[in-house]
Every structure is written in C-alpha cells, then in structure tokens.
C-alpha cells in the first residue's frame, strides 16, 4: 500500500513537472532532428523508466517463484524420507 502510494505521488510530481515545462525543445538523435514538446520526453521518459523498473520486478518475481517451487519439491521429498524413516525405525522398535 505504502508503495502504490508513493507511485502515485512520484506520478503527480512528474505530471506537474511535465506540464510546467511544455516548450518546444529540439532532439536530435543520430542523424534525426525533430522539434517537440517538452512534456512529451518527460512524460516518455518517465513512462519508459517505469516500464523498465517493472520488467526487471517481473523478472526477479519469476525468478523467485521458481526458487520458491525448487525448495518446496525438496521439502516434499525429504518429508516423504522423514516419514519412511520413521516407519522403519517403529517397525525395528516393534520387532525387537
């Protein structure tokens, strides 16, 4: 909760940045040249930056998810081992 908060303030600050700042500005990228607003490469950047922060969340969200599966087979078969080993330690209590 603490989070989407700060998310939705971070975007209202970058919102009332971008439109503070609406004059034209030229970009030039390689051989390109192009005039457009200021708001548009604030509110671009922005919108690309988020978009690359959640990728990598995504990534080390599967990641761990995949972790989180390998551990809980593990633990599936020791607790399977545990109990066979039970049973054979009672079985040899019993035949004794």
Known sequence: MVNL??????ALLVAVLAVQNSLPVTVTFFVWSFQISLVVIIL????FGAMTILSLAMLVQ???????YK?????????D????????????LQSQ
């Open 5 to 10: 908060l700060f998310a939705f303030v971070f």
């Open 71 to 79: 551990t809980k087979q593990i633990q599936q078969q020791l607790e």
């Open 44 to 47: 671009g950047a922005a919108t």
């Open 62 to 68: 599967f990641k761990l998810r995949r972790s989180l």
């Open 81 to 92: 081992e545990n109990r066979e080993l039970k049973a054979k330690y009672e079985n040899k």
